[in-house]
């Protein structure tokens, strides 16, 4: 068992990662840069030490600095998150020399799997329907311009998080659009390398969270629709997605541990499938890595995923079996950000100098890195928190989440409190049939609404 794990992160998943810890008796470090020194993941910890300035480069990427800190504090591993450094092999394998157990998966692995041409060629020779596309081969990417046409899709074979992602609808846009992807992609992924994807319109994005052990024992949880989203950044996930029948959820859950069960891969992953406007299921990437949304699933099935993460580095057997994994009601996760939605999802900073979130009442959860005093600063993401609720049904889920909505205060900055609402009204999602286009046709809409109050 882990004596003290150091939490290489920030925000709402370093407050999540320390409280997971605290629960199962293993101390906690976090590091933190100087503007996050009163934010509410630093007091979580046991300890907590400054890496670094406040740039992001120089504070939650230095990872000299953060390796250090692991050792001199006595860690025996790193927790990683999402973000930052958590797709980072070269971090993974710092770690393994050092002797710090990196809680996630293995440097191969994480590089195999997290090369997204690499993960699409590996999945199609399983014989699972894949985005037609290319490889990543450059004479490749030519001929597959010509055979599939526009609108196609340009995207980082090393990315993630939305960045080095082009959509282009024309010929003549294509190789101004290829040049900005592998310059985006070569500075935010050490890699060029890119990969086509055919667009498919009125798609509903559909992601499924699998975790396995050392032992090849895996498990697969329900299936979150994440199609409320803009680019490529979710706004709001639930599980499981309301316009999935029982059998398409069991072939998806066959497809995911196909994948796992002929990977050499341990710990949690996710894997991301677009269904279309036909109901045909197609596979776009795996993420090799916890995600923001593992919260939702978290809480429809009463499962802690975070608490698996660390029982399987320690070299534990999964505690569950599949048959544990049931279908509890209905999840719903909104992402409050500090940002203005009307003028373009500008972000706001400042002072949180008032923070309410209405936890009273059944099934509901917040998870937060902030706290009152806070400051939101300009350097990092600006995700403030993570609203979740769970009902008996959708009906009851959304009916909560609004109520949960409207009575969050947060002052001191700008949020998407009422854009999230917004969108929950809207009757694309009332009925469950919005697609990945539905937050950009609903924002004009709401422009709309913002400017005649």
Known sequence: MFKKVLIANRGEIAARAA??????????????????????????????????????????????????????????????????????????????????????????????????????????????????????????????????????????????????????????KFHEALEQAQVEAQNGFGSSEIYLEKVINSAKHIELQFVKDQFDNVVVFPERDCSAQRKHQKCIEESPCSHIRNEERKTLIEYVKKIAQNFDYENTGTVEFLMDSKRNFYFMETNARIQVEH?????????????????????????????????????????????????????????????????????????????????????????????????????NALSRMQRVLSQTIVEGVQTNLEFLSYLLSCNKFQDGTFTTMFVDEALKDYQMVIEHE
């Open 295 to 395: 919260s939702v699933t978290e809480m429809l099935t009463g499962i802690d995923i975070v608490k698996l993460q660390i029982m399987i580095a320690e070299g534990k057997k999964l505690p569950i079996s599949q048959n544990d994994i049931q279908i509890n009601g209905v999840a719903i996760e909104a992402r409050m950000n500090a940002e203005i939605p009307e003028k373009g999802f500008n972000p706001s900073s400042g002072t949180i100098n008032n923070l309410y979130f209405p936890t009273q009442g059944m099934n509901v959860r917040f998870d937060t890195g902030v706290m009152q005093g806070s400051e939101v600063p300009v350097y990092y993401d600006n995700m403030l928190a993570k609203l979740i609720v769970r009902g008996t049904d959708r009906s």
């Open 19 to 172: 409280i997971a810890l605290n629960e199962l008796g293993i101390k906690s470090v976090t590091i933190y840069s100087p503007i996050d020194k009163d934010s509410l993941f630093v007091k979580l910890a046991d300890e907590a030490f400054c890496v670094g300035e406040n740039e992001v480069g120089s504070s939650y990427l230095n990872i000299q600095n953060i390796i250090s800190t692991a050792l001199v504090s006595g860690c025996d591993a790193i927790y990683p998150g999402y973000g930052f450094l958590s797709e980072n092999s070269d971090f993974v394998k710092i770690c393994q020399q050092e002797s710090l157990k990196f809680i996630g998966p293995g440097y191969k692995a994480m590089e195999s799997l997290g090369n997204k041409a690499y993960a699409r060629n590996f999945v199609n020779r399983l014989g699972i329907p894949v985005i037609p596309g290319s490889s990543g081969d450059k004479i490749e990417t030519e001929k597959v311009v010509s055979e599939i046409g526009f609108p196609l899709m340009i995207k980082a074979s090393a990315g993630g998080g939305g960045k080095g992602i082009r959509q282009v609808n024309s010929i003549e």
